[in-house]
C-alpha cells in the first residue's frame, strides 16, 4: 500500500515490516560475515596446505580466551537489557546496559591486546609466516570490529540519553554488536582450539 | 514512551539461551583438549559454532520474532556464499601434496 511522504511524495511501505536503519544494519551484517567467511576460509586453506602449522597457544592463552569469550557472550545480554530497557522507556536503565556492554566490550580489547603482546614476546608477529599473518589478520579485523562497536555504542548512549536518537537506534547498534560476538563464536575455535600446543 | 515496567523480563528470558551459549563453549573448550584428529576436531567444533550462531542469530539478534520472509531473503543467500566457498579445499589439499596440477 503506497501513502503520501512529505511534498506529496509516494512512499512505499517498509519491506519486511521494519525500519530502513534496520535492514540497512542486516544487509551490513550479512554483507560483513560473508567476508570473515572469506577470511576463515583463507585461513582454513592456508592451514590445510601447511604440514609444519604452528600450533603455539599454551594453557595460559587458551584460558584467556575462554575469559574473553565469556565476557563478549556477558556483553550480548547486557545488550539485550539495553535494547529492552529502551523499548521500554526506561533510558538511565538503558544507559547503564549500554555502559556495561561498552565495560565489557573494552575488556575483552583490553585482554586481547595483552594476548598479542604476549605473542609478540614468543616471537610470533604479522611478519613471522603464515600463522602469524593469518592470526593477527582475522584477530586484529575482529578487535577492530569490537572496539568500533564500543565506539558506535558510546555515541548511541549518549544520542539516545539526550533524546536525538530513538530506541530503534539501540536495537540497530545491539544488532551489530551481537553479530561481533557471533563472529567470535566462530574464531576461537578455527584459530585457537585448532592450534593448541601438544 | 513511558517507562512499562517490564524492562527486566527479557533477560530472564533469554538467561537459558545465554547459559546454553556457555556451556556450547565450555564443551568445544573440553573437545579441544581431546585426542582428536584436526579435521574431526574442526568437524564438531565448527558443528558447535553454527549452533551458538544460530542461536545468537534467532534469539538475541530477535531474527525469529521477525516476518519470515526477511529470514528467508537473508540466510539462504548468505548459507549458499559460504557454501560456495568450499571449493578450494582440492587446491588446498594438491599444495599439500605439492601436485602442480590437480587430479
Known sequence: MAMHGHGGALMEESPYSIPSRKLTMWLFIISDAVTFGAILFAYGYLRVATPDW????????????AIMTFVLITSSLTMLGAVDASKAGDKPK????????????????????????????????????????????????????????????????????????????????????????????????????????? | MAASGKSGNVIAKYLPVYFVLLAIAGIEF????????????????????????ALGLLYFMHLAHEKRSLFF????????????????????????HMRPFAH
Request: glycine letters at 8%.
Open chain 1, 94 to 198: 538503558a544507559f547503564r546496559f549500554l555502559a556495561s556492554t561498552m565495560v565489557l566490550g573494552l575488556i575483552f580489547a583490553g585482554l586481547h591486546i595483552r594476548e598479542w603482546f604476549g605473542l609478540f614476546d614468543a616471537g610470533i608477529k604479522l611478519s613471522s609466516g603464515l600463522f602469524g599473518q593469518t592470526f593477527f589478520s582475522i584477530t586484529g579485523l575482529h578487535l577492530l570490529h569490537v572496539i568500533t562497536g564500543v565506539v558506535a555504542l558510546a555515541v548511541v548512549a549518549r544520542k539516545y540519553s539526550s533524546g536525538s536518537l530513538t530506541p530503534g537506534h539501540v536495537e540497530t547498534i545491539g544488532l551489530y554488536w551481537h553479530f561481533v560476538d557471533l563472529v567470535w563464536m566462530f574464531v576461537v575455535p578455527l584459530v585457537y582450539l585448532t592450534n593448541i600446543a601438544r
Open chain 2, 73 to 96: 531473503s537473508l540466510i539462504p543467500a548468505t548459507i549458499f556464499v559460504l557454501l560456495m566457498m568450499n571449493m578450494i579445499w582440492s587446491d588446498s589439499i594438491r599444495l599439500l
Open chain 2, 30 to 53: 573440553f573437545l579441544a583438549y581431546q585426542n582428536f584428529s584436526t579435521a574431526g576436531l574442526v568437524g564438531m567444533l565448527l558443528f558447535l559454532a553454527i549452533c551458538s550462531a
Open chain 1, 54 to 65: 604452528q600450533t603455539p597457544f599454551k594453557s595460559a592463552s587458551i584460558i584467556n580466551v
